[in-house]
């Protein structure tokens, strides 16, 4: 038996896995989807908030339209816990499984996003002065405000979990433990029989939220000297200042999932 302090510091590595492979585009993975939209509050990526979009931004309309996301490649163990939702008994069994492969793509991707401008015009008069001062021009009102992300773009997607069976584990590297856990929810990829098929895929059902982009991030002065323009605007995939920042409060953030975030207060 693994006792629940090794469990979380073993789930914390996973989740830092599969948080590294989206940030390099500027994107932040949600580990557990609840709805998440334009205008929600975190402290932290645990599928809790502060505050929801609707009760700050009422009226507030975001702007959908067609778009996509690249695939991201993780371990097993990262796979199997995160993308496919696995719960820690199904882990284990799979522990002989750990040098298979997980590619994770999404299909009929949406984004969903407002702007600095739509959000301001939306805010509700008397929202929580920590909300507020997330959207304040002044920059050191800005930096006044609590180290919470505001959700700017949501991603919406068909998740499409490919597994690819590993070689060096020999002719025990069958992948029918997937129909055990899935049912008809798994498929073999060519032949149809997942003991001998090299790849298996598992698909959600419905599109659900996949990854955010905050409308804002905080860039520390130590951050900002090591880049030649910081914008302190909307929040910019392109730039480099913003990923290091958003990379930050990610790996700062990330806590083993179900952990109580105390109302109110959005430290690390």
Sequence with gaps: MVD????DVARSRLEQEYAAAFLPYGLVPILLPRGQGVGDILARLDGSYIARGDECF???IPREAS???TAVDVSWNAGAQLALGLDHVAAANAQGHVENRVQVRFEQVRSHSASLTQLRQHLKPGVAPGVAQLLAADMTDFEKSPDWLLIGEVFTSITVVRVTRSRAAGGKADLSFLQRLFGAGAKATVGGDLAKDEAAEIRTTEPLPVAFRPARVK???DIAGDFRSV??????KNDEA???A???WVMASLAPIGTNVPGGKGGR
């Design 231 to 236: 914008s302190f605007e909307q929040f910019d």
């Design 67 to 69: 778009s996509s996301l």
């Design 219 to 221: 860039v520390t002065a």
């Design 246 to 248: 958003l990379g930050e």
């Design 4 to 7: 629940s302090s090794q469990a």
């Design 58 to 60: 009422p009226g507030l």
């Design 242 to 244: 913003h990923r290091k």
